[in-house]
């Protein structure tokens, strides 16, 4: 099983694209991690934010592996702990498909988005800045794959 965390947004500052690239290395082994970046959609003054989230929604959904297993993070999807993520991972990988975590723009994610997720998964009801959910997710797989094949990593 491979997994891609599909995000709209471009250009991580340097402190993300480091934090995501160790944890993306340290999964190689259990679950390879790729990133695809989605242009977002254009914003301001006199432009439709609904329309700027349809178009990335097209992008993302373009950029979706065929037969993958999606997973939404949305604030209004199931929070999970640690242990309930690697139960989630599991149940993924028994599933024999690729996996495909989407982040998306500033005003979530389109409706067709949603439509297509298989499941949605909140991180909380905080408000977190997107480029930070990338590093957090990658944590957190890395974290489930972890206890999954038994290393001391995760000590809760």
Do not use: N
């Amino acid at each position: 099983m491979r997994a891609k965390l599909i995000a709209v947004g471009e250009r991580a500052p340097a402190w993300v694209a480091a934090g995501f690239g160790e944890y993306r290395k340290r999964l190689s082994h259990w679950l390879p991690l790729d990133l695809v970046e989605i242009e977002p959609g254009l914003r301001g003054k006199g432009r439709d934010a609904a329309r700027a989230m349809a178009d990335e929604g097209a992008r993302v959904l373009a950029a979706l592996p065929k037969q993958a297993i999606v997973v939404a993070l949305d604030g209004r999807g199931r929070a999970w702990s640690s242990a309930q993520l690697a139960q989630r991972l599991e149940h993924w990988r028994a599933q024999g498909r690729d996996l495909a975590l989407l982040i998306g723009g500033p005003e979530g994610h389109a409706p067709d988005v949603l439509a297509r997720s298989d499941e949605q998964w909140s991180l909380g009801p905080m408000t977190l800045p997107h480029m930070l959910v990338r590093l957090i997710v990658a944590e957190q797989l890395y974290r489930a794959a972890a206890m999954l094949a038994g290393h001391p990593y995760h000590r809760a």
